[in-house]
């Protein structure tokens, strides 16, 4: 594969599990690992449970927020147990390893991030809307938390097995190459600021009440994975809109 | 499903262990926990490290050994990660789930054992023996141990997620309902010494140089995985041996 994969972790509180993950993503072949404000990084504990891995610890970058981890990331998939307010479509980890198998062969690798929440509260509903897919391991609903470094082993473990066994075909997003490059998830922030701010001007979005507007927008848009040349279709079309309200107003 | 599922610690060291394995059983809903003369419990680490999982590990039994652990058992399944000398046949964690589901359909339920190893050297080769197939996460050839917890979450993983997608149709080995119940490993084990003495009686086997009738034996019949009445009819040809022998002594 020639996909580049990060394994994110949010606000890590227990240096251990730290530890524990990066064993998890060493035993699979992964070896990216970002850390988003950490409790406590490097630590005793980390490289005790690393049981080896410490090439992936001592290459693991921290980063101060999550827009920072997955800005350059095509494919951002959060992981998640709970059920949202607003339905999220949801994979399970096999569903995404075959994903980022598709799109690995549809366009030459790409970058995806998976990211991981807090031990004890997951991700807020901000972090999530940051990404594009949601991953939940179906465990039993009345225990549903796993270990951080279990749930990471889950995953990767998914990924090996699925560029193992080149399941890409029977995902059917990308049945083809594709012809653009996806788009990056700063690109799509930047286009989201885009809609808002076109959609506040032209009165449809009141910033007092926004509602549910740019959450359901962001479901919508995310699910299809879209490429730079959409964004740029996308970003071309509120330019416009903006420029035709803009004459209107005189 | 209706199967029993037994997940078998082998002389486990580190206490912590015990409880991330009971927490990684209840989250893919499984509760059977034998632990084969564990250095230590039950612990106060091992609590901790359950988060929640106190119920699995109250419910352990404890066991002074592994013929102990799995008698009563119909499928055995041995975690391995290491190359044998005389190769077993190998699954990884999705086909052992398969031949479960399929299993759990063909008979009515089954009992089912799944064995893991002592952290640092896994089991030994008599005790792989005991065991019908072996099972091995397909992690990198360089880093290819995992956390014993992390093994356990995948395992029990596979086995939830094969019975909520419902995989018994992939696995070829039992397409129809079975007409008897599969054997159990005691049941095995009898026959195996049977087949020994017996044998050694026809002078095939010389027990001061058994090279390795026995395993290669052992391998081949557990790979069919034989129910009560083919076991019945084995042991029921070589009584009949024996006989054969006992008269033309005379």
Chains 1, 2 share one sequence.
């Not at 599990?17 to 950490?38: H, Q």
């Not at 929440?117 to 009345?142: K, Y």
Request: glycine share 4%; proline share 5%; with cysteine.
């Amino acid at each position: 594969m020639q996909t580049d994969i990060k394994i994110v972790l949010v606000n890590t509180t227990h240096s251990g599990n730290i530890g524990g993950v990066a064993r998890a993503m060493k035993n699979m072949g992964l070896s990216n690992l970002v850390l988003v404000a950490p409790k406590s990084f490097p630590s005793a504990e980390a490289s005790a449970r690393a049981a080896g891995a410490d090439d992936v610890l001592t290459a693991a970058i921290v980063v101060e927020s999550l827009q920072q981890a997955i800005a350059d990331c095509q494919l951002v998939f959060a992981t998640s147990a709970r059920e949202r307010h607003i339905p999220w479509p949801i994979m399970d980890p096999r569903e995404m390893a075959a994903v980022i198998c598709a799109a690995d062969k549809a366009t030459d690798g790409s970058k995806v991030a998976i990211v991981f929440g807090r031990e004890d509260r997951g991700l807020t509903n901000e972090e999530l809307h940051l990404c594009q897919h949601h991953v939940c391991i179906p465990s039993v609903a009345s225990f549903s938390s796993l270990n951080i470094a279990a749930a990471v082993q889950v995953i990767a473990y998914e990924i090996r097995m699925a560029s193992l066994l080149d399941v890409s075909a029977q995902a059917p997003q990308w049945g083809t190459p594709w012809d653009a490059p996806l788009a990056e998830q700063r690109e799509l922030e930047l286009m989201f600021d885009h809609f808002e701010s076109t959609m506040v001007k032209t009165g449809f979005l009141d910033p007092n009440s926004p509602r549910q507007f740019m959450t359901r927008l962001r479901r919508l848009i995310m699910r299809a994975l879209p490429d730079k040349i959409e964004v740029n279709i996308l970003r071309g079309m509120l330019t416009s809109i903006t420029k035709y309200i803009g004459s209107e107003k005189k």
